[in-house]
Every structure is written in C-alpha cells, then in structure tokens.
C-alpha cells in the first residue's frame, strides 16, 4: 500500500499534468485534492496534447480509477465538456472517474462576482473562474454542495436564499444585472442528471481502497507558494495546494500517508500579481518565455519567468515534508551560456535566515547569486542520466543540495517519453 501526495513546489505550472501521468502507471487511484477549473495540467502523447481543469491526468492510463475529492470546488460546465473532449477521444470515464458529494459547485453568481473583482484596481490575478467567491461561501457555510443536487427542494432552497444576497450585490453595489433564479436551478437539476453516475462518498472509497492494498496518488493543483496560509499572501490561490491539504481535501487521515513527492521547474515562473524575487523583465526572460512556451493551460497569459530559486524551495520542501522530486523542463536551459541561481536573499544589507511571510519585505529582498556555466548541448533527446552532459549534471547536483532534495525524475521534454527515471 502506498498512499503519496504529489505537490507543485513552486508558483505552481511545474509541469504536474506530465508527471502525474507518468506516475499513474504505478498507481491504481489518482485523486485531485483542492483547487478548481484554474489549474491546467497538460499531457503530450504522441501527436496530441491533453489539457485537463479538473479530472486527474491519470485518467489517460488504461485502467486508472480517478477521483475528485471534496477539497475541490467543481465548475458544472468546465467538467461536462472535459468528459467530453475524452469521451470523443476514445478515453472513456464510466467506471473511472468519481467525484465527491461533499464537493462544492461553483456557480454563476461566483463567476461573475470573480471578474467583477479582477476588474478593479486591487488585482490579485486569478483566472475569474469563480474559485474564490466559492470557498468565500464554502467558509461562510453558504456554500452548495454536489449532495445538495440530489434534493431538489433543498437545491432551490438554498440557490433561493444565495441569490437574494448576490442579486441584491449585483445590482445595488455593482450596477449588474439580477441573475435568473429558474433558470439556474433548472442548469443544476440538468446537470445532475448528468453527473449522478459519478458521485460517491469519497472518503469511504478511498479508505476502503487503502484497506485493499491499493495504492493513491494525491495530486494537488497550482503550487505551494499559493498556499492561502503559507504563500505570498494575499496574492495566493483560495485554497491548500500544500501536503496538509490532502487529508482535508480527501478524507485520508494523515497516518495513512506514506510519502510526499515534488514537482520542481528547472526554473522559476509565476502567473498573476505578487511578489517574484528572482523574476527577469530582461531578454533573459523573454528568452526564459520563449523556450519554455511559458503561457498559462487555462488562460493563455504569458507566465512571469525568472532564474532557479533554491531558498524559495526550501523552504517549499520543509513545509512540505518533500523527500523526492522530478525536475521539470530541464531542456529549456540548454541555450543559455551562464545559469544563476538564487541561494539565498539580503534585505537592507542583510542575509535573511528564514523565507519572508509578508509580500512587503519579499519584495524588497535582493536575491544572492550563484552562476554555473550553461551546456549548450539539445538533451530533449537523452534518455538515461548517464547520457546528460557534465554541465548539466553539475546543476542538478547543485539545485538540490541547495533546496535539500533527492531527484527522481527528470523532464527533458512535453512528450512522455522524454522522461529519465533515476531508479530504472
């Protein structure tokens, strides 16, 4: 029995779609744990390309049961339409896929309210897919649930009471216009006709299925520097991407797992506001953008790219309790001559002992340098370690005596066999 949580140790976009696909083949059941439709996970096999919001990139293995736990706050339409685009690419669900009836429903009001707030001058740069306003309800104990589908007196009830507050928000403090109750009801009555097949008590099957013997990737979306608790709050996701959150998010007591594995980019990138000490706004970056393809799955933005950041993972890795991770885009590096890396911060002359909570005094920190030579060698088609050049391997080893990690996988490139395993 193994039971591993899988954790994007960074600003999140480190590539997990790839590396939770190729773990899958160990794996009986893959479960998503927190986030929403803003996380895009991204697949290459053979000539297509599979973009995942919410279902576990697990589901492209044969044989590979996946499960959306109660952590996750469900986009109706964003999960139609990905049963979909599988379904019309001969990867069925039915038996497959589950999701938890304690998981909440993003709906429309929470979209809306979502841009709405995007649109003023305090952004944070989320997706304006409705992810916050969601947990906002969640937490507010306002929230609606997939089991409240089952009741319609109690779905109406409920959609009834939320939209007298929103619609008064709308139209009162916004100027919008009122949003129609019938209306919404009728999608979600529609829509659980739709997903009734696949909800589940969650927690009872996955904890059954570790009594069996069988064996649970944990898969967590966005990264852990968005943590709402231990990221560069306030310019966070709503939610714990970090290892904590799998045992909230599913229902798996913490006894019950057995390690905590890490997606770490070769690099650093970020999507939306906040602070980014080692970001490059030069033709480095601009280079950094271009090698990488560094545009968002969900939202097509240009990702902010900037050199290796040891301490910010660090840091991520003692939270985290990472023991391993797979270095992702490794093969994007290989044009540059000189490669920096961050080990450390100053801050008014200063070396800081420990990562800084607050974005205030994050950004005003110096990153401290250290520069190994590139290798300027193409390795997108090396396929065992021994094959890496020196220079390459010189930087591995050093990244992770610096961010106190062991590798075992290395991504040199989008399609899944260009993938080294370091044990076989």
Known sequence: MSVTVLVGSQWGDEGKGKIVDILSEKYRIVTRYQGGANAGHTVEIGDKQYILHLIPS???????????????????????????????????????LFISHNAHLIMPYHKLLDSISESGNKKIGTTGRGIGPCYIDKFARKGIRIVDLLNKDVLERKIRENLEEKNAL???????????????????????????????DVPLYLNNAIAEGKSILLEGAQG?????????????????????????????????????????????????????????????????????????????????????????VRYSVMINGVESVAITKLDVLSKFDKIKVCV????????????????????????????????????????????LPHKTKEYLDFISK?????????SVGPKRRQTILMNG
């Open 58 to 96: 697990g589901i492209l293995r044969e044989g590979v049961v996946c499960v959306i736990g109660n952590g996750v706050v469900v986009d109706p339409a964003a999960l139609l339409e990905e049963i979909r685009i599988l379904k019309e690419n001969g990867i069925s669900v039915d038996g497959r």
């Open 402 to 410: 610096e961010a106190n990690f062991k590798i075992e996988i290395i």
């Open 344 to 387: 450390g911060y100053e801050l008014n002359g200063k070396k800081v002992k420990s990562f800084p909570s607050d974005v205030e005094r994050l950004n005003k920190v110096k990153p401290i340098y250290e520069t190994l030579d590139g290798w300027n060698v193409d390795i997108t088609g090396c396929k065992t370690y021994d094959e």
């Open 170 to 200: 709308l139209e009162k403090v916004y100027g919008q216009e009122k949003l129609d109750v019938d209306e919404i009801i009728n999608e979600y009555l529609q829509f659980d006709k739709e997903i009734d097949p696949y909800i589940t």
């Open 224 to 312: 852990a520097m968005l943590d709402v608790d231990y990221g560069t709050y306030p310019y966070v996701t709503s939610s714990n991407p970090t290892a904590g959150g799998a045992s909230t998010g599913t229902g798996i007591p913490p006894t019950k797992i057995t390690s905590v594995f890490g997606i770490v980019k070769a690099y650093t990138t970020r999507v939306g506001n906040g602070p980014f000490p080692t970001e490059l706004t030069d033709e480095e970056g601009e280079k950094l953008r271009k090698e990488g393809a560094e545009f968002g799955a969900t939202t097509g933005r240009p990702r902010r790219c900037g050199w290796f950041d040891a301490f910010l």
